[in-house]
């Protein structure tokens, strides 16, 4: 690997190492439940996929980039910690409707108050122009993460 990419790739393990070292302590340290980054990152799939009207497991799994079983096991861990409720619909048993509850909220709040600290603190001395370069630049990095 020649020196750019090694720069590179030190800056982005280290960048995404540090995201989820930060994210995960902010809320533990905001947060007297015990919930992975993972659950946490459920609870967000949730709301969006209600937010879209398709609460489906079929699109959470989508969301979250994870196997129908995946799903199925952390949902029952969410739902055992009072973090959603699951229901069966009555007119088709194989499907579900997925709710977050209070508790759940919480979760969001404090995970949305992270991403809002997060962003101010990278944008604070950035000008307008740098942060549509570092958009159109990370739109770039992500495309490769998400295709």
């Given at each position: 690997m ?46 969006k ?97 998400m295709?």
């Amino acid at each position: 690997m020649d020196f750019t990419k090694e720069i590179l790739n030190e800056i982005l393990v280290k960048l995404f190492n540090a995201v989820l070292f930060n994210e995960e302590d902010f809320i533990k340290s905001n947060l007297n439940e015990k919930i992975t980054l993972r659950g946490v990152h459920a609870i967000e799939a949730i709301d969006k996929a209600n937010k879209n009207k398709d609460a489906s497991m079929k699109n959470i799994a989508s969301i979250l980039g994870v196997t129908a079983g995946t799903l199925t096991t952390l949902l029952k861990k969410l739902e055992t910690k009072g973090y959603i409720t699951k229901k069966q619909s009555k007119e088709d048993k194989r499907k579900y409707f997925i709710q977050i509850t209070r508790k759940g909220e919480k979760v969001l709040n404090v995970h949305k108050e992270y991403h809002e600290n997060m962003i101010d603190m990278i944008t604070r001395n950035l000008s307008p122009k740098e942060i549509n370069q570092l958009i159109d630049l990370m739109s770039k990095v992500k495309y490769y993460f998400m295709s």
